[in-house]
Every structure is written in C-alpha cells, then in structure tokens.
C-alpha cells in the first residue's frame, strides 16, 4: 500500500471545507486593501532562489526539491515571493506604472525535518506590493497582516518587528555581529561557526538550543542604522501606533533569507511550540533590480497556513449540507429518479441519490448523514400519478407533489 511521503498531508473533505472558509475570509480582507491575486507555478528554475534568497540560506543550501531534468535544473517552489517578482518582470507589470499589490496562496516545498508545524510540503497566504518604498506602505502590509489574523479569529500573537536597513546599514551590521559574536564561537555550533564566515545574520536564524542561549544577551540596536532608514523606521512605528497596532521591537530578527531590507517582521504565536512563527515578511527594496527589473521598493508577508490553523483558528468549518436526497423503490422508478435528480441540480438545488441499493431505511440513514432537507421518495405508486412523495426531514411531514412542480415546491422553502 502506498503512504505520504514524510511530511506531506491529505488534506481530507471535512478539513478542506475550514481551509475554503479560511480562504474566502483572507480573500475578502486582500479585497478591502486593494490586493489582486496572482497564480504563478509550483515549478521555476532553481537559480531564481539561490539568487534571491541566497547561495548562503538554509533553503538553497539543504532545503531545495530539485528536480533533475536532463538540461535544466528546475525546482518545486520553497517561497512566492522571488517567484512573484519574477512574474512581476516577466510580465511587464512595472510598465503598467505605479504600486502593484498582489496576494497568493498555495503550496511550496522545502526539504526540512518534519515535526509539528514543519512540513515539507505546506501552504502559504501571503502579498506582495511592489513599487513603492514609502513607510506608509510597510504599515499598510503589517496592519493587513494583523486584518487577517483577526478575520481568522486568532489571538495572543505578539509581532516582531525590526529593521536591518539599506545594503550599506546590513554591511554594518554583519561587521558588528562579527565583532560582538568572535568571543562566542566556542560556545556556538559547527554550523553557526561556518556562517561566522559565509553569513553571519544567519547565525542568529539558529534554532540550536545552546546557540541560542549563547545569543541571548547579544547587544543588539538601531545603531547600524543610516539617518535615512532611521527615519523610515520611526514612520513605521508612529504609523503603526496611530492605528492601535501592537508590535514588540525585535533587533534579534534577521529572518533567513538574503534578499531582505529595511522592515522586517514574524508573528508568533505561543501555542504553536518550537515552530513558532505564524507568518512574516519584511521589504525587499533590491530584489526586483536584482532579479533584472527596475530598481524599486517592494515589501510582502506570507502566512503558514496548516500553523494558522494549529494557533486555533477560530473558524468554523463551511457546512457541506443538501438540500434534497432522492430515493427510488425498485427498478421502473429509476430511471424517473434519475432525471429528476439531474432536474433539480441543473435547477441550482443540490441533490444527490442512492447508489448503494440500500433499503429505504439505510437510504433515509444516508439522508440524514448528509444533512438532507427534504426526502423525494418514487414508487411504483408514485410513478403511477407522475408524483414524489416530499419527506421534510427537520418536521417528518410528508406530501404528495406532482413531478413538474419539484423544483418549485424545494425553491419556495430555499427562499423562505
Ligand atoms: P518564511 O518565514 O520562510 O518567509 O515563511 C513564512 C511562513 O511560512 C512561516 O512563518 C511559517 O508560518 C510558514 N512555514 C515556513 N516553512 C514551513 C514549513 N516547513 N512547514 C510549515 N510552515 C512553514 C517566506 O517564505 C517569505 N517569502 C515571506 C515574505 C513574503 N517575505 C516577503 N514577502
């Protein structure tokens, strides 16, 4: 018998009908700020991402589900955005002038561990609003991050925010990291000793316990910072202040990936344990020039959505009831049931049938497993008057209604 691989899951009917509701509930939020979805492949050359995040990350170096393929080298997503701004300058979107705000969801794959909250296939609800640099739009990007959260009905995440500054300001900062972590090295693990020199931000990624606790007390501010990407910091916060948002100053938070500037940001969330990042995002002022398109300021976030729903989102799953049920008594009955049965659906009333020959009580049974309304019965006598015999489920009435005046008589009561 074949199984998952590790680290995948089927998501089953009843858990699919709470991620729809999940769906439709970010969509109306991404609707309310102006953001547009986009679907780009699961599939994009691997050199897009090791340029984007970069040949030094966790993801490019020991994460990638490479696809081997004779001349290319082709690899299944582990983020949007790269993906996104390779679509946003393939497809000429910076020439339609202006800030594009786009909204994804869907899975990537990244080569991790398993354990709870880390998949090796999982999904993201994210954005990405590219064109602009002005503070205003990071607080826009945080305050839809917390929308989001809130239409979703998850509480107690605390939001991190930081910034690493301009290329210049990140120089700075990995040159005092350098400096404040040479003491420590002993105390830090072999690959924490190896980013000492390959990239240090990412030493403090680290997720060993003991590196962590050798971190802890680092000394770290916004004295990295340039005048510039102070005062763009300061707007953030003021920004986010005046519209109520709470947000826990982070100078810790590098986030994993190279291609990051300026604001930076993670939700966590205690329930969730070890994995405890909700979502995060941040700008990523010199991708897109990067990448081959104009120089211009972008910034995004992406949800992990199997952690929103283990952070207890508080959605309740969307009901998968029908309206009608239809049981037909023995053979000549049949063929009637089954055009009434096409009838109603093509009428825009859900309906379903037996297909099992159960007994009528086994078929009643099935009804009500699937929240049926109403109850059509055809016997013989039935089909004699061109009649059904109409069961309402909730009251247990029954009456005689003629075939021709089915799709009426169910309409009625959907309206009522
Ligand atoms: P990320 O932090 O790598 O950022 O992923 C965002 C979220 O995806 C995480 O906070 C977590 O909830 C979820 N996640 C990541 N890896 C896994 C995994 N293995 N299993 C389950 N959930 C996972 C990004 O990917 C950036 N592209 C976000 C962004 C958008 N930055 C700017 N725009």
């Given amino acids: 018998m074949y199984k998952l691989i590790p680290g995948t899951r089927d ?25 547009h979805e986009i679907r780009t492949p699961v599939v994009e050359e691997m050199s897009l991402f090791n340029r984007s995040l970069g040949e030094t990350t966790e993801i ?3 994460q990638m589900f490479v696809i081997n393929n004779k001349d290319d080298n082709y690899v299944l997503r582990p983020e949007g955005t790269a993906a996104i701004v390779r679509a946003y300058i393939e497809n000429n979107m910076d020439k339609a002038g202006g800030l594009v705000k786009l909204y994804y969801m869907g899975p990537m794959f990244r080569l991790e561990r398993p354990q709870k909250g880390r998949q090796r296939q999982f999904h993201h609800i994210g954005c990405e609003a590219i064109g602009s640099s002005d503070a205003g739009l990071d607080v826009e990007v945080v305050s839809l991050a917390d929308a989001l959260l809130k239409n979703l009905s998850i509480s107690g995440y605390i939001i991190n925010l930081n910034n690493l500054g301009c290329a210049a300001d990140k120089e700075e900062l990995a040159l005092r990291l350098r400096r404040k972590i040479k003491d420590l090295l002993p105390k830090l693990c072999a690959d924490c000793n190896q980013r000492y020199d390959s990239n240090v931000m990412r030493i403090l990624d680290c997720k060993n316990p003991d590196c962590k606790t050798a971190l802890e007390h680092l000394d770290l501010d916004e004295s990295h910072l340039c005048a510039g990407c102070r005062k763009h910091f300061s707007a953030v916060k003021t920004g986010l202040d005046s519209l109520k948002i709470a947000y826990a100053l982070a100078p810790h938070l590098v986030r994993g990936l190279d291609y990051y500037t300026g604001t930076v940001f993670e939700i966590t969330h205690s329930g969730l344990g070890a994995q405890d990042a909700l979502g995060a995002g941040g700008r990523y002022d010199n991708l897109v020039k990067q990448l081959g398109g104009p120089a211009t300021g972008s910034i995004g976030f992406a949800f992990g959505v199997e952690r929103l729903i283990l952070a207890g989102c508080g959605l309740k799953p969307a009901e998968n009831k029908i309206t009608s049920y239809i049981i037909s008594l023995g053979d000549n009955a049949r063929s009637s049931a089954l055009k009434l049965l096409d009838t109603l659906r093509r009428n825009g009333i859900s309906a379903d049938t037996d297909y099992e020959s159960k007994s009528l009580k086994g078929a009643l049974r099935k009804a009500n ?3 049926a309304k109403f109850v059509l019965i055809i016997g013989d006598d039935e089909l004699k008057k061109n009649t059904v015999m109409l069961k309402d489920m909730e009251s247990g009435e029954q009456r005689e209604v003629k075939v ?11 309206v009522t």
């Fill in 404 to 414: 021709e005046d089915v799709v009426q008589e169910l309409g009625k009561d959907l």
């Fill in 60 to 62: 490019v170096r020991k």
């Fill in 369 to 371: 497993d699937y929240g």
């Fill in 11 to 35: 998501i089953l009917p009843q858990e699919a009908l709470l991620w729809q509701r999940m769906e439709a509930a970010c969509r109306s939020v991404f609707s309310l700020y102006n953001y």
